[in-house]
């Protein structure tokens, strides 16, 4: 059986001619989605903002106005309502009322009879609640664990090879978790636990990516002590440009499914990792090896340049 082979052996794509136009293209992506963040903010689930969430399914579509009027009319507090994966579902939050668990369950059993009351095909899939100091210390955990892991992955860069990758690495990343927070700023997708561990998945899966590029330049870095540095960024890429296209690839056939078959619970978090891998293998390719040239990275980075009869070595 002949193997599959899509990338062909020995390419030679000049993506260091490109480095202007993806630091560009990056640039605008970044400040972007700083200015969504900035001016519509985050969806922010049950799990950040506290409260009480059911998540309601119809047989067909309804009118969030009446739905809305008939939750208020309760007074159980200001309720918001919204669309989720469908006209046909909705996702009614409400505050946490005072008490304890038998005043929340009042709550949840009189929206459910008021409900089913006006809609006899209403379903209700799941009640969530979440008390306002545990999702304080949930919002802070998370910080503190996206923070420290990007901190984390820089030293390990440093150390690894030289503080040129651990600077190119953070900015690729910076990148890659600032888009990915700016697609659910701009599509106002819940943004849950399930997200922060997609975000940490992101930088797992494009810290992994560069360090493979990365080990590969150092490789020819003391491979080939005379070649301009241009040239050895690409033939770096290009070398391990088989496996990146392989490892996206599955990966993104993997997601797809599950984002067309995995339902309305894992639409958010399968996007965002969609969006990751995609965000993630552009900067690895694109931007953090052509990085390098602007950090000063060179011949002599990890080895003195050899000097006397040793020929240089121009592009393939």
């Known amino acids: 059986m002949r193997l599959l082979?899509?990338?062909?052996?020995?390419?030679?794509?000049?993506?260091?001619?490109?480095?202007?136009?993806?630091?560009?293209?990056?640039?605008?992506?970044?400040?972007s989605s700083i200015a969504l963040l900035v001016t519509r903010g985050l969806n922010?689930?049950?799990?950040?903002?506290?409260?009480?969430?059911?998540e309601v399914k119809f047989e067909e579509a309804v009118k969030l106005d009446e739905l809305r009027s008939t939750v208020d009319n309760l007074g159980v507090g200001s309720s918001a309502l919204q669309n989720f994966g469908g006209p046909d579902t909705v996702l009614v939050r409400l505050p946490l009322p005072p008490g304890d668990d038998a005043a929340v369950q009042k709550v949840v059993q009189n929206v459910q009879t008021a409900i089913s009351t006006n809609h006899q095909d209403a379903s209700f899939r799941r009640v969530e609640t979440v008390s306002g100091k545990v999702s304080e210390e949930l919002i802070r955990n998370g910080?503190?664990?996206?923070?420290?892991?990007?901190?984390?992955?820089?030293?390990?860069?440093?150390?690894?090879?030289?503080w040129?990758?651990?600077?190119?690495?953070?900015?690729?990343?910076?990148?890659?978790?600032?888009?990915?927070l700016g697609f659910f700023a701009l599509t106002q997708l819940e943004f849950d636990l399930n997200i922060v561990a997609a975000v940490l998945t992101i930088i797992g899966y494009s810290l992994?990516?560069?360090?493979?590029?990365?080990?590969?330049?150092?490789?020819?870095?003391?491979?080939?002590?005379?070649?301009?540095?241009?040239p050895l960024i690409d033939l770096s890429v290009n070398e391990t440009l088989s496996r990146t296209?392989?490892?996206?690839?599955?990966?993104?056939?993997?997601?797809?499914?599950?984002?067309?078959?995995?339902?309305?619970?894992?639409?958010?978090?399968?996007?965002?990792?969609?969006?990751?891998?995609?965000?993630?293998?552009?900067?690895?390719?694109?931007?953090?090896?052509?990085?390098?040239?602007?950090?000063?990275?060179?011949?002599?980075?990890?080895?003195?340049?050899?000097?006397?009869?040793?020929?240089?070595?121009?592009?393939?």
């Not at 922010?44 to 059911?54: A, Q, T």
């Not at 910080?143 to 030289?162: D, H």
């Not at 992994?208 to 241009?230: F, S």
């Open 5 to 31: 082979k899509i990338v062909p052996d020995n390419t030679n794509i000049r993506f260091v001619r490109l480095r202007w136009i993806a630091f560009a293209v990056t640039a605008i992506l970044t400040l």
């Open 44 to 54: 922010f689930g049950v799990d950040f903002v506290g409260g009480l969430m059911m």
């Open 143 to 162: 910080i503190i664990a996206i923070v420290l892991s990007m901190g984390a992955i820089a030293v390990f860069s440093w150390f690894r090879f030289e």
């Open 164 to 180: 040129h990758f651990g600077v190119s690495t953070i900015v690729a990343l910076v990148h890659d978790v600032t888009v990915t």
């Open 208 to 230: 992994n990516d560069k360090v493979v590029i990365d080990d590969r330049i150092r490789e020819n870095l003391r491979k080939y002590r005379q070649m301009d540095i241009g």
């Open 245 to 316: 296209y392989a490892t996206t690839m599955a990966l993104t056939l993997a997601l797809g499914s599950l984002l067309i078959l995995g339902g309305d619970v894992l639409f958010g978090f399968t996007a965002a990792m969609l969006l990751g891998i995609v965000v993630g293998t552009y900067s690895s390719v694109f931007v953090s090896s052509s990085l390098l040239i602007s950090l000063g990275v060179g011949p002599q980075t990890f080895a003195p340049v050899e000097t006397g009869a040793a020929e240089k070595v121009g592009s393939r």
